[in-house]
């Protein structure tokens, strides 16, 4: 049986678990994050306080009701940069509040399984089938503990130095930028687009060399500085860019081979400090997810920009 003080950690952990979920969806907007942390921590409750399993339940789907009240959007757009029409196969934001529960309800399942597997085994009178379930239950709060800091410590990390030349790899795809010129201007005679400070063309390989396919645009990436002011590429320079190489990549399409080859242009002011370029699907809780399928030590890319 559990004891009141097991209760007591059962509901903080659950509290601060609605508090943590309702925060990445409303402030950070990582929807995603939220619902494989209450995937993790049902499932946690579930097996190792299975008593009172419908109050863990209650307070992990409550914070999906506060926010569906508050009219905060819960699911989040698939791609950001290369708008689609994804309206088919989404979830429905209410039915969100149906997977904690059903986490919670999958520990208790797992518990009570593994109540009955030492049960059957209890005629070979082995003395320590009794430390069996106590020390799983630690096991397990241990693991949630650790895989909840792991991730934590992996997203808080500094931004990653990689130079030109030098390839990131995450999920299926892999991105190098081979090239930076920079130039006051862009284009011929009338045609011709002078920057506010410097254009920065930025050659880069968007490679796709496996069965995934990358839809791309050229709001893929944006790059920071110093002071971390972030730019955008400037829809100027890259229009005058795209005339010239006769391309229409800068826009959203889906990379149909092995990768292909994109030119983005930034406008930076002339004395910008240590200007990197960020790829969007390698940061956050997605950038973390597509980085660990490749390595267990995820870090977040930038890309230098300027060597003078």
Same mark, same amino acid.
């Given at each position: 049986?559990?004891?009141?003080?097991?209760?007591?950690?059962?509901?903080?952990?659950?509290?601060?678990?609605?508090?943590?979920?309702?925060?990445? %969806?409303?402030?950070? /907007?990582?929807?995603?994050?939220? #619902?494989?942390?209450?995937?993790?921590?049902?499932?946690?409750?579930?097996?190792?306080?299975?008593?009172?399993?419908?109050?863990?339940?209650?307070?992990?789907?409550?914070?999906?009701?506060?926010?569906?009240?508050?009219?905060?959007?819960? %699911?989040?757009? !698939?791609? !950001?940069?290369?708008?689609?029409?994804?309206?088919?196969?989404?979830?429905? !934001?209410?039915?969100?509040?149906?997977? !904690?529960? @059903?986490?919670?309800?999958?520990?208790?399942? @797992?518990?009570?399984?593994?109540?009955?597997?030492?049960?059957?085994?209890?005629?070979?009178?082995?003395?320590?089938?009794?430390? %069996? /379930?106590?020390?799983?239950? #630690?096991?397990?709060?241990?693991?949630? +503990?650790? #895989?909840?800091?792991?991730?934590?410590?992996?997203?808080?990390?500094?931004?990653?130095?990689?130079?030109?030349?030098?390839?990131?790899?995450?999920?299926?795809?892999?991105?190098?930028?081979?090239?930076?010129? /920079? %130039?006051?201007?862009?284009?011929?005679?009338?045609?011709?687009?002078?920057?506010?400070?410097? +254009?920065?063309?930025?050659?880069?390989?968007?490679?796709?060399?496996?069965?995934?396919?990358?839809?791309?645009?050229?709001? @893929?990436?944006?790059?920071?500085?110093?002071?971390?002011?972030?730019?955008?590429?400037?829809?100027?320079?890259?229009?005058?860019?795209?005339?010239?190489?006769?391309?229409?990549?800068?826009?959203?399409?889906?990379?149909?081979?092995?990768?292909? @080859?994109?030119?983005?242009?930034?406008?930076?002011?002339?004395?910008?400090?240590?200007?990197?370029?960020?790829? /969007?699907?390698?940061?956050?809780?997605?950038?973390?997810?597509?980085?660990?399928?490749?390595?267990?030590?995820?870090?977040?890319?930038?890309?230098?920009?300027?060597?003078?």
């Amino acid at each position: 049986m559990q004891s009141r003080r097991a209760d007591f950690v059962a509901l903080v952990i659950a509290l601060i678990t609605a508090l943590a979920c309702a925060s990445l %969806v409303s402030v950070w /907007r990582d929807g995603n994050a939220a #619902i494989l942390l209450e995937i993790l921590v049902g499932l946690t409750l579930g097996f190792v306080f299975p008593r009172g399993a419908w109050r863990w339940a209650a307070i992990l789907a409550a914070w999906v009701l506060v926010l569906l009240l508050l009219k905060v959007q819960l %699911v989040p757009e !698939p791609l !950001p940069w290369c708008p689609q029409d994804a309206s088919s196969g989404r979830v429905a !934001p209410w039915a969100l509040a149906f997977i !904690p529960i @059903a986490s919670v309800y999958a520990g208790v399942a @797992a518990d009570w399984i593994l109540a009955e597997a030492l049960r059957w085994l209890g005629f070979a009178h082995w003395q320590w089938l009794d430390r %069996v /379930r106590p020390e799983l239950r #630690i096991g397990a709060l241990s693991l949630a +503990f650790v #895989i909840v800091l792991y991730a934590g410590l992996l997203l808080v990390q500094p931004l990653h130095p990689f130079k030109v030349g030098e390839s990131y790899c995450w999920d299926e795809y892999c991105f190098a930028v081979t090239q930076v010129k /920079r %130039v006051k201007t862009i284009g011929h005679g009338a045609r011709t687009i002078r920057a506010r400070g410097v +254009f920065y063309v930025v050659t880069a390989d968007m490679e796709t060399p496996w069965w995934g396919r990358f839809n791309w645009s050229n709001d @893929a990436v944006y790059a920071i500085d110093y002071d971390g002011t972030d730019y955008r590429f400037s829809p100027k320079g890259q229009s005058a860019m795209d005339q010239i190489i006769h391309s229409d990549r800068s826009r959203c399409h889906k990379i149909l081979g092995a990768g292909e @080859a994109e030119t983005i242009v930034f406008d930076f002011p002339e004395n910008v400090v240590q200007p990197r370029l960020l790829v /969007r699907d390698t940061l956050g809780f997605e950038g973390l997810l597509g980085g660990l399928r490749l390595n267990l030590f995820y870090v977040k890319p930038a890309f230098n920009l300027r060597y003078d």
